[in-house]
């Protein structure tokens, strides 16, 4: 896996369907969402690239035994009028790592233990008042268990303030 940190310079937008549901049962929820957002893609005005969806959660996601979100989106310039039943979302420009990660869907969870310890190890902490973003394209194969599968992950991350020796 390869873990680079990028600067995303402006303000993006994105419309898609909510999933929202228990951690455990969030893969079954997920896989509705993007069927609808699939089947109701003529209905999103101004997709940047029809070939690309995005898996995008809010901070409430990392650890939350309650009740979470997941947002099945395509990313729009500019966004237009918001289907019925659908949300729209607006991410600031800010600092994420990108993990490459290839391999199997259910595993995806290793890359991301993989960037924790990444970012960990090169002074970066996550910035938990931000999305998370996953970009799935023509590589990308949802079967859980296809090794050809490949996706992009963003992780929200800042600088780590190194303390000062007071001597």
Known sequence: MEVKI??????TAYIGVRASSAMSDLGESVARAFDELLSRRDE???????QVTYGITPPNYKGNAGSVDFY????VEPIGNVPHGMVHLHLLPRMYTVT????PSNL???AYDYTSRWIKENGFAYDDVAYYIE?????????ADDARSEIQIFCPVKRVE??????
């Open 6 to 11: 990028v600067q995303t310079g402006t303000i």
């Open 108 to 110: 995806t969870e290793e």
């Open 72 to 75: 099945c989106c395509f990313e």
């Open 100 to 103: 490459h990660y290839a391999g």
């Open 44 to 50: 999103i005005m101004n997709i940047k690239n029809p």
């Open 135 to 143: 970009r799935y394209d023509e590589k990308t194969i949802f079967e």
């Open 162 to 167: 190194k303390e000062v020796d007071p001597e």
